[in-house]
């Protein structure tokens, strides 16, 4: 059974960092993407960024410069390393793993930045 385990997420003053963490397991496909969404109080889900096995990544630009993924294929882990953090970045962040037949969700962890 295909699992996203998601972990980094809390609270942060304005201009700090927090690094999030995503390993997938019960999942074998050698082409994917992971990726992180976020979804904040009364907005639509968003893609924050993704990378694939390839390493080609994909940022939102609200975070290009700020934000930076990466993985590492042999543990199946994706990371997002969020600096400069800003209050709008607040919201509940989804790890996702897409390959060409399926579509898995973790099931978020919050990230707060305080003014």
């Keep these: ?3 996203l385990v998601e972990s980094g997420g809390g609270l942060v003053q304005s201009g700090g960092s927090l690094r999030l963490s995503c390993t997938a397991s019960g999942i074998i496909s050698r082409a994917n993407v992971m990726g992180w969404y976020r979804q904040a109080p009364g907005n639509e889900r968003e893609l924050v960024a993704s990378i694939s096995t390839g390493a080609s990544t994909n940022y939102a630009e609200s975070v290009k410069g700020r934000f930076a993924i990466s993985r590492d294929n042999a543990k199946n882990t994706v990371y997002l390393q969020m600096n400069s ?3 709008e970045d607040t919201a509940v962040y989804y790890c996702n793993y897409k390959t060409v037949l399926h ?3 973790g ?3 919050q990230v707060t930045v305080s003014p």
Excluded: N, S, V
Aim: no cysteine; glycine share 8%; charged share 25%.
């Design 107 to 109: 099931q978020g962890t």
């Design 1 to 3: 059974q295909a699992r």
């Design 85 to 87: 953090l800003k209050p």
């Design 103 to 105: 579509d898995h969700w």
